[in-house]
Every structure is written in C-alpha cells, then in structure tokens.
C-alpha cells in the first residue's frame, strides 16, 4: 500500500493543497487501453497533459504524491515557455503572480562588473524572464485541468513497474487501496530526475557531472531590492565562493552559494550556520530587515541524459530525460520545451495522421537541444564553480580584468537560456528558400511574435495545428485542404497590405509584417503546431507546401 | 613569428627587463594571475585568435 507523506503545512508563503486517491476503473475489473498516460505530475508532466489536451487528446497522469511540489525547484521561465504557457490557457493566473525582470548585476568582491540586459520589444507580449515559484505553476497547472477537466489526475498513484510489448505499455501501480495494472498504448515518463520509469527500463543517463557543490536557499524577507538576477564572486561575506540572489513573489528570495572544497557539506546544512551566512551576505548589500528561513538543499551540477529520449512506447521529457545545470535557467524551460515538441506528434500519432516514425523526431530534435545547453552551461558552470586551477586562474584574471574593462566582464555573462532552433531537424522542408531571407525566423526557429494593427499578437492567431502564413496571399490562393490526415486542417493565415482586408487576414498596412519576415508578395512561412517554422519560401507553390506537410507529419 | 610589426630590439629589451621586474615586484604568489591577465589584455589588444594560438603553440614549446 503507497500512503504519501503529507504535504509540509508550515511554509512561510504556500498552501500546498491535498488531492485526494481516486479510486481508478481498473481497480473495479476494467481495463481499457489508454491511448496516452503519463508518469509523472509534476510541471512536464501536467503541461504535456494539456497541450495533449489542445490537441484533442485526454491522457491519463499518474502522480505518486498527493499534493504539488515543495522545495527549492524551478524559478525562472523564459519568453519562449511564456508563450507555451499562454498557450495552455494559465497567463492571467501566472502573470498575475510572477515578477517581471530584464536586469542582472555580477559582482566581484563587492564592485559591479557585469550589467545583464535583456530589453523588452514591444513585439513581444511577454518579458524576457519571469520568476514564478514552481509550486504555484504545478498549482496553476492543476486548476486549468480541473476547470475545464482536460485531463484524468491520477494522485497518490506510485509506479512499481512497467513492460512493453509491440502493441502496448503496461505499468505496475500501488495506491493507498492497494495495487493495480493499466494499460496505455504510449507512455510519456514526465517523473523527475529520478525517473521510476527510467530505472526500470534498466536506461542510464551520461555526461559529465560538474565539481562544486552548492547550497540553495529559500528566504523569506522585506527586501526593497529589484527584481533582478544577482551574482557575486568572492565576496567578502563569503570569500572564495559564488553567490546568487533571485527575487521570487510573495517576499521569497532564492539565495544559491557554492560551498568551499574545505567546507563540510552536512555541517553547512545546519540552519544555524546558514543563518549566520546568509546574514553575512545581507550585512554586505546593506538589507537590514528581519527573515526567516523557507527551505534549504544541496545542489550538485550535472550534464547528464540519455542517448535516446523515445524508449520503444515510452517516451521520457524533462528532468527524467536529461539534468542539465540550474545556471541559465535551462531545466524547466528546457522540460517545457520537451512538452510542446512531443505532445502535437503523440496526438497525430494516435490520430492516425502519423506513422509511429514521428514520435522519433522527437528525440532527434530535442536531444541535441540538450547537447547545445550542455555546452553553454558547461561554461556557465565552469565560471561559476571552476573545475581545475587553469580555469580557476582564467576566471579570476577574468574577473580582476572586467573590473576596469568591460570585455572582459561579458566573460561573467550567465548566458540565459534561449529557444533551441531546430535548424537540421528531419521534419524541416526538404527544399525552402530559407537561405535566400534577410530577415524573419529561419526554418526550424521559433515564430517571432509580432505587435498587430490592433494591438494583438500574431502568435495569438497560430495553431494548434500547422498554420500556413501566407503574405500577400489575401488574393485567394487554391485551397489546401489535408487529404488523408485526420488533422483539424492547415489553417491559412494571409497577411494584407489593405488597411482593412476580409476576415481571417491579418491587417499590415504599413508593412510592418512583411519587414519583419523579410516577406515579399505570395511568400510563406509553414509553422508547425509547436510554433517552429517548418520551412518558407519566396513564392508560394501548393505542391511544395504539401510535400512539406506530409514531411512534417510523417503522413 | 618575424612578422612586420615585431618589436625592435631596443624596443623587445626594455619589455623583457620590465616584465621581469614587475613579476619580481609581484611576489610568487600573485605572478601567474597576473600573467593570465597580461595574456588575455594582448590577447584583445592584437584581435586576432589564430595569432594568439601560434603564440601559445610558439611560448609552450621546449619548456623543460
């Protein structure tokens, strides 16, 4: 019998909610072949159940606890994951919540030597960077699937086995009545970075794991401080080490130090002696009010993931697929990511629109993302916690040097995470005139956003499914329907010169549209149902666009 | 590396005797932090990486 713990009810700040066991129908003599479950419910988990949802597909969530997630988790969301989640149907619940930033400052000793800077475009609805504690995204999360009941919530549901065949998925399950088999023709293991799944399939993850161990801190405290990412190297409340502030809402700051080779990770631990360094460091920046402590963990860095993220009918996403380091905010955003590539292919998949073979891009696009984190983190990683004394020499020339030249202060750069282009994917239009654009996304990117004539975004009027973006195409080009896909239909967008054009198109009078997308007359964008572009092409040729679907589909 | 812009031989004398006197003026203990910073400043002085690797190739050789 699987009893969860509890929930912790003395947080400084969240109300973690209970969620009941749900006595499920296989434990009544059914047994129905679910066409998706998915094992875990935590952020990955519960944003792949709806953007499942978005596609019209209800998936089944087995979660072993009873309530969200507490700890010291994710923190920082992207553009590109406010989009998703815009998407999702969660904005005005989380932008009401999260705070807002384009700024950070590094430090060394106690002189600024690094200005981050990430301007805001007025292109663009959402900020650069949000900070949201992860508990109220799992919240939000929860509440957008139980309002419009997207999905079936299985809690207190802990996985003690699975198998496959050919045909299906069959996973072992306790609960608090005691145990029971389902049965699902696709998996997806959204459960963490000590994924059950993972484990039982016998999978390993590989890469490297980064010296250094650090201590992260949530705090409680007053602060006047702005939202801002900050960084100090050595100082001089904490010599030797590097420190990290973030602000978070509801008056919690996230506080990440490094601990010293020569300092003993379990005695550190110890509230009393991160009281007394935390307060060295809030004596150092001036902040005088009262705190308390939120929670406290170690955290080790590592670059690790599995060689293939699609696992015969299990396809693992997020934390259990690859742990990439927290500086830079790639995890979750990453995890986000994972969701909303995987989850318009499982649809199609099930659909019957897709061969099976389109869940294997999935991994072929998504894992080589993870490679590119890797390398960008590696350096983050290796300025922040230098692995051997060359690097340790270097970081700290680089440091004294940026304190009376800029360049070298760029060395400092946290390099925040940004949207992975799916530049040599399989799924891109075999031929596309990408390389002849001046401007606009290139075949695999993201779609760039874009302010309209009446003050709404062009993202607005994407998907879910494929979107054709045809420019000057107003006129009526011939129909594309998709013969053979039981998809809901290509939609076809056109962008209009006019000032006032027929419903459907978008208004760009000025040209703004076109300017941005290095668009002529009858040029198109395909997008894909994730908001990546497929491929575009100067002159508009139904064929063409056709043969790129049914790439892009796997038809 | 007799490229066109080498120093003069006066020129080369007087870096050589400065850099040895600002080392010694340093103390063992903070030279090689200093000359990991001299490397990085003319390393972005002369602009030019593939330089700065001959460079590298040209100082690690015959070191013991």
Redesign the interface.
């Known amino acids: 019998m699987h009893i969860p713990d509890a929930p912790r009810q003395d947080s400084l700040y969240f109300t973690y909610p209970v969620f009941p066991f749900t006595r499920p129908v296989e434990m009544d003599g059914e047994r129905p072949l679910h066409d998706v479950v998915i094992v875990g419910g935590g952020p990955v988990g519960l944003v792949t159940a709806i953007e499942l949802a978005r596609h019209g597909v209800r998936a089944v969530v087995l979660e072993s606890k009873s309530s969200v997630s507490d700890g010291s988790r994710a923190l920082a969301f992207s553009r590109r994951s406010q989009e998703i989640m815009h998407g999702l149907g969660i904005t005005t619940r989380v932008q009401a919540k999260a705070l807002s930033w384009t700024e950070g400052r590094s430090f060394y000793r106690d002189k600024i030597i690094f200005r981050l800077s990430m301007p805001r475009s007025a292109e663009e609805r959402f900020g650069p960077m949000i900070n949201l504690q992860q508990c109220y995204l799992e919240k939000f999360l929860v509440e957008r699937i139980a309002d419009a009941d997207l999905a079936e919530l299985r809690w207190c549901n802990q996985v003690t086995g699975a198998t496959q065949t050919a045909d299906k998925v069959t996973i072992s399950l306790d609960t608090p009545e005691g145990a029971y088999q389902l049965d699902a023709r696709y998996v997806i293991a959204a459960d963490g970075a000590r994924s059950a799944l993972r484990e039982t399939f016998g999978l390993r993850m590989s890469g490297a794991s980064h010296e250094g161990v650090y201590l992260i801190a949530d705090i409680k405290i007053d602060s006047a401080l702005p939202t801002e990412r900050h960084a100090w190297f050595d100082p001089p409340s904490n010599p030797g080490a590097t420190m990290l502030m973030h602000k978070q809402p509801d008056g919690l700051w996230r506080v990440d130090y490094q601990l010293r080779e020569d300092q003993d990770p379990e005695v550190e631990l110890q509230p009393e002696r991160i009281k007394a360094r935390i307060q060295s460091h809030l004596d150092l920046i001036g902040e005088t009010a009262p705190w308390e402590l939120e929670m406290s963990s170690l955290y080790k860095a590592h670059c690790i993931c599995l060689d293939d993220y699609r696992h015969g009918r299990v396809l693992f996403a997020g934390d259990a697929a690859h742990l990439v380091p927290i500086f830079g905010v790639r995890g979750l955003n990453s995890g986000i990511a994972d969701a909303n590539n995987l989850a318009w292919k499982m649809a199609s998949v099930l659909s019957g629109g897709s061969a099976d073979r389109l869940l294997d891009s999935y991994s072929a696009e998504r894992r080589p993302a993870t490679l590119e984190i890797f390398e960008q983190a590696t350096k983050s990683t290796a300025f922040m916690t230098p692995p051997s004394r060359g690097y340790r020499?270097?970081r700290?020339?680089?440091l004294?040097?940026a304190l009376s030249?800029p360049?070298?202060g760029e060395l400092a750069n946290p390099r925040q995470s940004q949207p992975y282009d799916y530049a040599d994917s399989p799924l891109n239009a075999e031929t596309d005139d990408d390389a002849v654009f001046t401007a606009g996304p290139r075949t695999g990117a993201p779609l760039a956003d874009a302010r309209l004539t009446d003050g709404n975004h062009l993202l607005d009027h994407i998907g879910p499914g494929p979107t054709l973006l045809g420019f000057g195409l107003d006129k009526q080009g011939p129909d594309l329907d998709w013969p053979g896909v039981k998809w809901p239909g290509v939609k076809r967008l056109a962008v209009s010169r006019s000032a006032a054009p027929a419903p459907d198109t978008l208004a760009d009078p000025h040209g703004h549209l076109f300017e941005r997308f290095g668009a002529t007359e009858d040029c198109c964008y395909l997008i894909r149902p994730d908001g990546h572009v497929a491929g575009r092409w100067r002159t508009y040729d139904p064929g063409v666009v056709e043969a790129a679907l049914q790439r892009l589909f796997a038809a | 590396m007799n490229t066109p812009s080498s120093l003069s031989f006066e020129d080369l004398e007087r870096v050589y005797a400065l850099l040895a006197e600002t080392i010694d003026g340093l103390g063992p203990e903070r030279e090689a932090l200093f000359l990991s910073k001299l490397t990085l400043v003319l390393a972005q002085a002369l602009g030019d990486f593939e330089t700065v690797t001959r460079a590298m190739d040209t100082a690690r050789r015959d070191l013991d």
């Open positions: 020499l270097l700290d020339a680089a004294s040097l030249q360049w070298a």
